[in-house]
Structure formats: structure tokens, C-alpha cells
């Protein structure tokens, strides 16, 4: 089953993101995801579900819930997880396992999966922090399969941590990991034109690779500009 996001992604993901497995956001700074989370929160809401809200920096704008057409009544549907240390994170995400179906949750957001692992990581205990970066999508994962709750993530994308091999290994190692787990991955990035953005499927069970939508960040919503095809 399909899950509206009430952005424009719906369109490359025929009807929106998948019920059964982990959706991946990836893209820089700015580029619109917490935007794509907060509109599927609020879809989500609007559909009588509950959300998961898992916010990692303080990027969740209540100004901005409310310009993209959020009310105080649909908060009622939302619950905020506001860790604030990789142990938190890894604490509320294992707590997740538990009575998921009883709360009638209907989607999971983690906006940002990756902020706080990087500021965890360091080169002596990289190998124990990827393995909690792992049991996290698992468990996410595992959620989505068994329960058919929708999740989402986003991630950044950084520069290469570090220099020379190592630093290299480390990086590339929970990118491996996001891309294993995540069934769908779209990557959003700017585009010439101010305030617009290009999201193109980058990974996905049953949408073809590349499958592309430009858009706009409006004040109240994600709008359309063109639906490109394959890039
Ligand atoms: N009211 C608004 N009207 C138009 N654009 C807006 C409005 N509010 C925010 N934006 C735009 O949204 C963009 C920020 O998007 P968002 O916070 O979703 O990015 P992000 O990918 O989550 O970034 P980060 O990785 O830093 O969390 C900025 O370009 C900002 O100008
Ligand atoms: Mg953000």
C-alpha cells in the first residue's frame, strides 16, 4: 500500500511512499527534506493516523507546520521524540519495538537518522556505532514489514570524513548501511532557479531508477514545476 505524502514526490513514487519499508531522504543542507517530513506528518494526521515524529536537531519549525497547512487539533495526532544524544536516539528507537499497534501509529519520521551518529563517531569506536546505526534500521525496518507502518527517514549528505583511507572506510560504512536498509531512496537536490529542487528516484522496488520531479518550496506548500521522466 501507498501512503500520501502530499508533496510532489507522490507523483515519481506512483501515490506516495511505501507502507512496508523504510524511505530514505537524502540530500545537502537546505534542500527541502524536514519540508517533505513535515508535509507527510501532516498528511498522515489529516488521514486520522498517528505519527511518530523522531526530530534529532530541533529542525521541526512549528511556524513552518502551520504555513504548510498544520493545526493545533492535527498536532494532537503527532508525538514528538526530541533525543538529543546518539544513546537517546538508539534508546527511543529500540522503545519503538514495543506496543507500535496499540497507538494506532501510521508513520515514523527520523529527521535526521545521521546527525547525531556523526557527532558520536569518532576513529576509536566507529565499529560499535555502526552497529547501533544498523540495529536502529533494523528495528525500523522490522516495524515497517511486520506492522505496515511507513517510515521515514532523511539523511545528509557529507563530505568525506576525514582524511586518507580510513576516514574514507568509516564514512562510506553508514552509507552502506542507509542504503541496505532503505528500500526507496530519493535524492533531493537544488536546482538552478531559487527555491526550487529536483527529486529523483534514486533506488525503489517498483518506480524505475532515475524517475525525476522538479518542485518549488512555497510558503504553503510543495508545488509541481515539471514532471521530467528518467534522468
Ligand atoms: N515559508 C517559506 N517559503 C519558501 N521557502 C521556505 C519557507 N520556509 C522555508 N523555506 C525554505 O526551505 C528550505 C529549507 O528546507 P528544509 O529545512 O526542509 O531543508 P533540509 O533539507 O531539511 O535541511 P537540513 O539538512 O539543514 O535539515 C530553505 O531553502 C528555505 O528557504
Ligand atoms: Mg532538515
Redesign the pocket.
Known amino acids: 500500500m501507498k501512503i500520501a505524502t502530499n508533496t510532489p514526490l507522490d507523483k515519481i513514487l506512483d501515490d506516495g511512499i511505501e507502507d512496508d519499508a523504510i524511505t530514505n531522504?537524502y540530500?545537502?543542507?537546505?534542500?527541502?527534506?524536514?519540508?517533505?517530513?513535515?508535509c507527510a506528518a501532516i498528511q498522515a494526521a489529516k488521514d486520522g493516523k498517528h505519527v511518530v515524529y523522531i526530530d534529532t536537531?530541533g529542525?521541526f519549525?512549528l511556524?513552518?507546520y502551520f504555513?504548510l497547512g498544520g493545526t493545533e487539533e492535527l498536532l494532537k495526532n503527532i508525538s514528538f521524540v526530541e533525543p538529543t544524544s546518539w544513546k537517546q536516539q538508539h534508546a527511543e528507537i529500540l522503545r519503538l519495538d514495543k506496543g507500535m499497534e496499540k497507538k494506532g501509529v501510521g508513520l515514523i519520521i527520523v529527521?535526521?537518522i545521521v546527525?547525531l551518529y556523526r557527532l558520536e563517531l569518532d576513529d576509536n569506536n566507529f565499529q560499535v556505532i555502526n552497529r547501533q546505526l544498523a540495529t536502529q534500521y533494523s528495528v525500523l525496518s522490522r516495524i515497517a514489514r511486520t506492522l505496515k507502518i511507513p517510515v521515514i527517514v532523511?539523511n545528509?549528505v557529507y563530505g568525506i570524513r576525514g582524511e586518507g583511507k580510513e576516514g574514507e572506510k568509516i564514512e562510506m560504512t553508514s552509507r552502506t548501511i542507509s542504503k541496505y536498509w532503505s528500500k526507496a531512496l530519493i535524492e533531493?537536490k537544488k536546482t538552478e532557479a531559487a527555491?526550487h529542487r529536483l527529486a529523483v528516484v534514486r533506488k525503489h522496488r517498483s518506480v524505475a531508477e532515475g524517475r525525476s520531479i522538479e518542485f518549488e518550496?512555497?510558503?504553503?506548500r510543495l508545488k509541481e514545476v515539471k514532471l521530467l521522466g528518467i534522468i
Open positions: 531522504l540530500g545537502p543542507a537546505g534542500v527541502g527534506k524536514t519540508n517533505i517530513a513535515i536537531e529542525s519549525s511556524d513552518r504555513q529527521d535526521s546527525s532523511t545528509h533531493i527555491g518550496i512555497k510558503e504553503d
